[in-house]
């Protein structure tokens, strides 16, 4: 046993130990797994996490994403339409599993896009409103929520929904080999930076930054943002998403992503580093919870607070802004005629008073607050500190550094993954079988074929094992350089037992005849190498999966199973 399994060959096992260790297989998993979970709404809040595997929504067995997709869609809200009478007159609009709106103690509308912020609620669908409680009274008969309970493997839920629980769910993972677009259907982008001055390799990465965190926000799932770069040196952005359609992701790509803070129609200042150059965070003395109170008996308000620090510029603006402003007066306090309005892409995302203290005063610090709900205190914690950290985040980013214009954009079905999956298994069988057919008929030698097809099929075991472990995307392109580089070591294992079966040179011995094959493999890896790094580049990056998996499965050729094939070659081929 000893004299079979040379060190050559002891590396080769433990490379392919670990690889088997890292892509962990699991052929035989089935069902369905959670694969995201929405933390704002009620699935998230319920506890449940990713990577669970649902056995059983509402006693229904789940089997598969459709058993998965029915179950869901029987939480969705049916349309209505509300009438709400409010001190500034009466508004019609449909609502699905939201009012579209919230109030406070002195029952003051913030947070809708259908009414106008700071008028008060007086009626809802011609019952009267007067009191928070009575507005939650009359939210919870007119929206109806429904009772969920998941089992799954580990643990079960129960809690209350008034449409989407916010859970996705896929088929349960076979291994731990990440599957790219092609494989895992979805929609990829690649974007054109446009501006006057010089596209910087430091500008695409404040892109691909804010991009990150601008997204995330939006609630898309498996975002992938990298840099990329054409052979001309032209630099791009390119965007994967899964799971989203062609439309969706072009209209929030489109959009640069501009923050503004609005008092009536006059812009005050907005996000970034110009009108914002600091915002306090992960900073427990300027931002955090502020307070909680009970609304109702299953409804619990907790509300954030953090600073700001503006500009000289945006704080003169501000100043003169609010000096023409009126003062409200009330129990609550004394505020503004007008709120504080911000938006996102000219969408109001939160709407907050200002203090009469700041009438007129050009002052640079300057408080952000918001709300946050939950059906006990600790949901009500959890969402406030969600709403803050989004908020900070946007103040932060800002707008995106320079405007962006949609090169290419290609949408790929699930579908169409799973077809490819079975070609290229198929493809990448039916190579191996013939390659070991003509090896057979060359050298008429079942000894030399059997190593072959052993470090062959090694040889991408590896490969994969690498990719799971550095979390590649095996994509179209990826599959492509994993049946490059196995066909260079073919290549390369014909040169070896040449090497070694020669029957001239008579006084070379087996370590020289060794040698002298591995030169030529050496150069030829030298070569490939070289040929592959501008293909890094080509394309603006679409076709870096091919170059990259096929300079790492011929290193691992060369340096791994190369070495073992000699090996086992000289074993069995010696006299």
Known sequence: MAKIFSPRIWILIIFLFLSLLVIDPSPLNSGIEVKQVDPNLAGGIAGISPG?????INNAEIKSLTDFKTEIDKFAATPQEVTIKTSEGTSKYEITSSIGFTVDNEMRIFASDNLKEGSTLLEINGQSVASPEEFNKIISKLIEKKKVEIVTEKNSYAFLTAGDPGITAQQAKKSNIEKGLE????????????SDEEITLETINNIVDVMNKRLNIYGLADIKIRPARDLDGSRFVLVE??????????????????FEAKIGEDTVFEGGKRDIPYVCRDDGSCAGIESCQQ????????TFRFAITLSAAAAKKHAEITDKLEINFSSSGDYLSKPLDLYLDGNLVDSLFISSSLKGEETTQIAISGPGYGTTEQDAVTDALANMNNLQTILITGSLPVKLEIEKIDTISPIMGKEFIKNAFTAGISAILIVALMVFIRYR????????????????????????LARW?????????????????????????????????INLNWKEKIKRAFFIIFSAYVTTVVAMFPLMFAGAGLIKGFALTTITGITIGVFITRPAFASMIEKLVKK
């Open 52 to 56: 669970e595997k649902i056995l059983e």
């Open 183 to 194: 494989l895992s259907g979805g929609t990829r982008v690649l974007l054109r930076p446009v």
């Open 241 to 258: 998403v899964a799971g989203a359609t062609r439309e969706e992701v072009r209209d929030l790509l489109s959009k640069q992503g501009v």
């Open 295 to 302: 609304l109702a008996q299953e409804q619990s308000q907790c």
């Open 445 to 468: 030698q079942f000894k030399i074929v059997i190593p072959m097809i052993i470090t062959s099929i090694s040889e991408i075991v590896i490969i994969l094992g690498f990719a799971a």
């Open 473 to 505: 995307n095996l994509d179209l392109a990826a599959i492509a350089g994993i049946i490059a580089a196995v066909g260079t070591g073919v290549d390369d294992q014909i040169v070896i037992t040449d090497e070694v079966l020669k029957r001239r040179d």
